[in-house]
């Protein structure tokens, strides 16, 4: 088994990295200065020309490109390219406002195999593997992202796209996959409907599953690693960016590598916008520097998370970043204390008293913000008398309090009451009328 799919690049000296970045770093700018008037002016409002980037450090000097600014050239205005040379188009609509558009070249579409190819051999997969993609397929990026990085791979690509659960599990059995793609939410359910269609994980020959497109805790990885019998990886990507594939964790799972040939990552303070340090948690903020069709300098992710640039133990050289926390839209605030929904799947799952199935649900009684923590009772306790799930519950409720600080009521329900997602899971019910 192939360590790396592009050993050049996935292993070179940092000091490399750099120089790549900023001969491609200047090429990007002068490309959106040259082809697109929004950046143009963008830019001429800050008094900068594309030859004002000299150094790496001459891009926190950039402008910063934020959704609404996608929502506001809706829909081709950011497009560097001519539509001419457009091949694909992607949206993502969003909870909130109009979608937004991304269009890929031919070299783009490419590109983007490649760094999927990247995540996959990460993930322990090579040209024998049988990879089922379980990713919806159409506008949502990660059915085709993951697909067309199977094919370049060379394995046995299987659309099965997301939903159709149970013959979903039937071609996982009867095909002999290897690898899953999915939402780590979907991974759950998946092997729910298993247990209810009576096949064991042993039945299975996963290896290994390539999860993401929501947050989920260091806990739930151990749930699903354990109902599917596979190692799971993180996958993270962002369609505005590229879909899936922007980073991934390797087999030594301390982080998840960023493509740095393809894209240069900051940590910025989320209001401020103030550049913050190594290890230093805020929000991602990143340049693609190898896009042609769609390139975006400097676009606020709204995703928290840290950077790294330690030299990792497999031999990439590539910046890694930390699991994300969540979205700064997906963060509640209770009471002054900010907290993540993934912080109290943690804190929950960890107890082991509970399934991973819950909602958050938020409400504003007297100007004050409380929360609901709705999860599902383990079988075990299904037979527990009030008292006992009545104990149950304040014993969660204190941990969440002790180790958060945050005081949240928790309701044990019933099994198989919590809605099951296909997708991006739907963790928070916000019934605050602001
Ligand atoms: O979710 C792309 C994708 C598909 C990534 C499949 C991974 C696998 P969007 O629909 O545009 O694209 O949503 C992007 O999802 O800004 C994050 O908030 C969140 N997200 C994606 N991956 C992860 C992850 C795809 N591994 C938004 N962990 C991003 C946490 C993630 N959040």
């Not at 990660?142 to 149970?166: D, M």
């Not at 749930?223 to 390797?250: F, K, N, T, W």
């Not at 896009?291 to 497999?314: A, M």
């Not at 007297?366 to 923590?373: E, G």
Request: glycine share 8%; aromatic share 6%; hydrophobic share 35%.
């Amino acid at each position: 088994m192939e360590l790396y799919w592009n050993k050049t690049i996935e292993t070179m000296p940092r000091e490399q990295i750099r120089e790549l970045q900023l001969t491609k770093l200047r090429a990007t700018v002068e490309n959106v200065y040259t082809n697109v008037p929004y950046y143009r002016e963008k830019m001429q409002e800050k008094g900068l020309l594309p030859g004002d980037v000299k150094t790496l450090d001459n891009l926190k000097d950039l402008p910063v490109i934020v959704k609404q600014d996608l929502r506001d050239t809706y829909p081709f205005g950011l497009f560097a390219a001519p539509m001419q040379d457009i091949v694909r188009i992607h949206a993502s609509s969003g909870t909130t406002g109009k979608q937004t558009v991304v269009g890929y070249t031919k070299r783009d579409i490419d590109v983007w195999a490649e760094c999927m190819a990247r995540c996959f051999v990460m993930s322990g997969a090579d040209k024998d593997s049988r990879i089922q993609v379980g990713y919806g397929y159409g506008l949502f990026t990660g059915g085709l992202g993951a697909h067309y990085g199977a094919e370049k791979l060379g394995a046995v690509t299987i659309p099965a796209s997301s939903g159709n659960t149970r013959r979903q599990i039937t071609m996982l059995k009867d095909f002999g996959v290897t690898h899953l793609c999915c939402t780590p939410s979907y991974s759950l359910y998946i092997a729910e409907t298993m247990a209810e269609m009576g096949i064991k994980r042993d039945e299975l020959k996963l290896k290994s599953g390539l999860f993401g497109a929501e947050p989920w805790s260091d806990a739930m990885k151990q749930e699903i690693e354990s109902r599917l019998g596979l190692r799971a990886h993180d996958i993270y990507g962002l369609s505005e960016i590229m879909g899936p594939s922007v980073s991934q964790d390797c087999h030594c799972q301390k982080g998840l590598h960023i493509w740095e040939d393809c894209f240069i990552a900051e940590i910025t303070h989320p209001d401020s916008g103030e550049p913050l340090g190594e290890g230093e948690m805020g929000e991602l903020v990143i340049t693609t520097i190898n896009k042609e069709g769609f390139p975006l300098i400097r676009y606020k992710t709204k995703d928290i998370c840290s950077l790294t640039y330690k030299q990792c133990d497999c031999g990439r050289s590539h910046v890694r970043m930390s699991k994300p926390a969540g979205r700064t839209d997906d963060m509640l605030i209770i009471r002054g204390v900010n907290v993540f929904p993934s912080q109290i799947e943690s804190v929950l799952l960890n107890m082991g008293e509970v399934e991973p199935h819950y909602q958050i649900v938020v409400e504003r009684v007297n100007n004050l913000d409380t929360m609901t923590v709705e999860i599902e009772i383990s079988e075990s306790m299904l037979s527990d008398n009030v008292k006992g799930i009545e104990n149950a519950e304040q014993k969660l409720s204190k941990q969440i309090d002790s180790i958060l600080g945050i005081n949240a009521k928790i309701k044990l329900v019933e099994p198989k009451s919590i809605p099951r997602s296909e997708g991006k899971a739907k963790r928070i019910i916000d019934n605050r009328k602001i």
